[in-house]
């Protein structure tokens, strides 16, 4: 981490506080009701606690808490309110247990399907909202914005190949905790201020925004103009999706269009789903249709993953088709394979705002050619695909 520049920042942060609140307290939501976040969100964690607490809260109560909590549109209130009082209620009341480790919390809420506290439409940043303003010397958040902060303060964890996401954000959580140690703020609440402050460009100066857009730009450009190999590339990465996914005990989608096509003798047509499960409407099952590969729970109308396998394209119409379901279906995982050239693209292309907005940056993850075959004929594979 480079300790000299977030110094700086936290002086510059300190300098400008009032006149960002000001200008952009509402508009970003660091205030509500002329209150800070972190103190808005703490009452209505404890209201509605107090109510579970006491055996009276209504759908009603979630529902309000549901369209008040966090930041940027919220899009899957029927599917959330659609647990029910009881399951909600157990919810609440396990992310709250003090004694059930943040990485456990995740895991069984967004990733296990399984498990009883997974509720669809609930996600990492719900989550980790939850945590910082529970406990807000222990956790902090995790979103878009903090992972860009962290890459400029050189922060930002290695993430080993097929950690989950849930593991991984104990690595987020201790690089937020020694900011907080070394900028002395408070709470990794108010962490969360200064990172999104940084990574916004509130503390630098309009040259230097400038000149990171501008790198952006090149570093696509440049990634674009790269050749690979396609249809042979394609195809055998669809392959080593089936076969995994088959071997999991999920039943397999293929997209619409290359249903037809086989790779080592191997018919995708005989070893896939005919038809798309109905998991949601029919305007937003036309679009899943031509997704490249999908993994469903056997037997049933539910899926588990979507993947999408880039490689001549800009990798942004593979994130737009994921975008377009998510809209309407609250995805719980996805995957967009790419060459090793293309990571930087995709991290550049998922970092977009519809992307943040949606809750597509929160599921989403990459993973390279040369890892998915790796794991294709890996032992443990059935542990990396959990």
Same mark, same amino acid.
């Given at each position: 981490?480079?300790?000299? &520049?977030? &110094?700086?920042?936290?002086?510059?942060?300190?300098?400008?506080?009032?006149?960002? +609140?000001?200008?952009?307290?509402?508009?970003d939501?660091?205030?509500?009701?002329?209150?800070y976040?972190?103190?808005y969100?703490?009452e209505?964690?404890?209201?509605?606690?107090?109510?579970?607490?006491? =055996?009276i809260?209504?759908?009603e109560?979630?529902?309000n808490?549901?369209?008040?909590?966090?930041f =940027?549109?919220?899009?899957?209130?029927?599917?959330?309110?659609?647990?029910?009082i009881?399951?909600?209620?157990?919810?609440f009341?396990?992310l709250?247990?003090?004694?059930?480790?943040?990485?456990?919390?995740l895991?069984?809420?967004?990733?296990?399907?399984?498990?009883?506290?997974?509720?669809?439409?609930?996600?990492i940043?719900?989550i980790?909202?939850?945590?910082?303003?529970y406990?807000?010397d222990?956790?902090?958040?995790?979103?878009?914005?903090?992972d =860009?902060?962290?890459?400029?303060?050189?922060?930002?964890?290695i993430?080993s190949?097929?950690?989950?996401?849930?593991?991984?954000?104990?690595?987020?959580n201790?690089? &937020?905790?020694?900011?907080?140690?070394?900028?002395?703020?408070?709470?990794?609440?108010?962490?969360?201020? &200064?990172l999104? @402050?940084?990574?916004?460009?509130?503390?630098?100066?309009?040259g230097?925004i400038d000149?990171?857009?501008?790198k952006?730009?090149?570093?696509?450009?440049?990634?674009?103009?790269?050749?690979?190999e396609?249809?042979?590339?394609h195809?055998?990465?669809?392959? @080593?999706l089936i076969?995994? =996914?088959?071997?999991k005990?999920y039943?397999?989608?293929?997209?619409?269009n290359?249903?037809n096509? !086989?790779?080592?003798g191997?018919?995708?047509?005989e070893?896939?789903?005919?038809e798309l499960?109905s998991?949601?409407?029919?305007?937003t099952l036309?679009?899943?249709?031509?997704?490249?590969v999908i993994?469903?729970?056997?037997?049933?109308a539910?899926?588990?993953?979507?993947?999408?396998?880039?490689?001549?394209?800009?990798?942004y119409?593979?994130l737009?088709?994921?975008n377009?379901?998510?809209?309407?279906?609250?995805?719980?995982?996805?995957?967009v394979?790419?060459p090793?050239?293309?990571?930087?693209l995709?991290?550049?292309?998922?970092?977009?705002r519809?992307?943040?907005? !949606?809750?597509?940056?929160?599921? @989403?993850e990459? +993973?390279t050619?040369?890892?998915?075959?790796?794991?294709?004929?890996?032992?443990?594979?059935s542990?990396?695909?959990?």
């Amino acid at each position: 981490m480079d300790k000299e &520049l977030l &110094l700086r920042y936290l002086k510059t942060y300190q300098d400008k506080h009032d006149s960002i +609140m000001e200008q952009y307290g509402v508009k970003d939501g660091f205030l509500f009701e002329g209150k800070y976040w972190w103190d808005y969100y703490k009452e209505l964690i404890s209201d509605i606690l107090n109510k579970i607490d006491k =055996g009276i809260v209504t759908i009603e109560d979630f529902s309000n808490f549901y369209r008040k909590f966090g930041f =940027g549109p919220k899009l899957y209130i029927n599917s959330v309110l659609g647990s029910g009082i009881e399951k909600l209620s157990k919810l609440f009341k396990f992310l709250s247990d003090r004694s059930i480790e943040p990485n456990e919390k995740l895991k069984q809420v967004t990733e296990n399907q399984e498990s009883d506290f997974f509720i669809r439409g609930i996600g990492i940043n719900f989550i980790t909202l939850f945590l910082t303003n529970y406990f807000p010397d222990k956790y902090g958040q995790w979103n878009r914005q903090i992972d =860009g902060a962290l890459k400029i303060l050189g922060a930002y964890p290695i993430k080993s190949a097929g950690e989950q996401k849930s593991n991984f954000y104990l690595k987020i959580n201790q690089a &937020l905790l020694n900011i907080k140690e070394i900028t002395g703020l408070d709470s990794l609440a108010q962490v969360d201020n &200064l990172l999104f @402050c940084i990574n916004v460009g509130y503390l630098s100066e309009k040259g230097e925004i400038d000149k990171k857009v501008e790198k952006e730009i090149k570093d696509i450009e440049e990634i674009e103009e790269e050749k690979e190999e396609t249809e042979d590339v394609h195809t055998k990465m669809q392959y @080593c999706l089936i076969k995994i =996914g088959i071997n999991k005990g999920y039943d397999i989608w293929i997209a619409q269009n290359d249903s037809n096509k !086989s790779y080592n003798g191997f018919s995708f047509y005989e070893n896939t789903l005919k038809e798309l499960p109905s998991f949601t409407q029919p305007k937003t099952l036309a679009i899943a249709k031509f997704v490249d590969v999908i993994w469903f729970k056997k037997n049933t109308a539910n899926p588990v993953r979507f993947f999408e396998i880039e490689h001549t394209t800009s990798v942004y119409s593979g994130l737009l088709r994921l975008n377009d379901i998510i809209i309407d279906f609250p995805i719980t995982k996805a995957t967009v394979i790419v060459p090793k050239s293309r990571i930087k693209l995709f991290e550049n292309q998922i970092a977009r705002r519809t992307f943040d907005f !949606s809750g597509l940056y929160e599921v @989403c993850e990459y +993973m390279t050619y040369n890892d998915l075959e790796k794991y294709f004929g890996a032992a443990e594979v059935s542990k990396i695909f959990d």
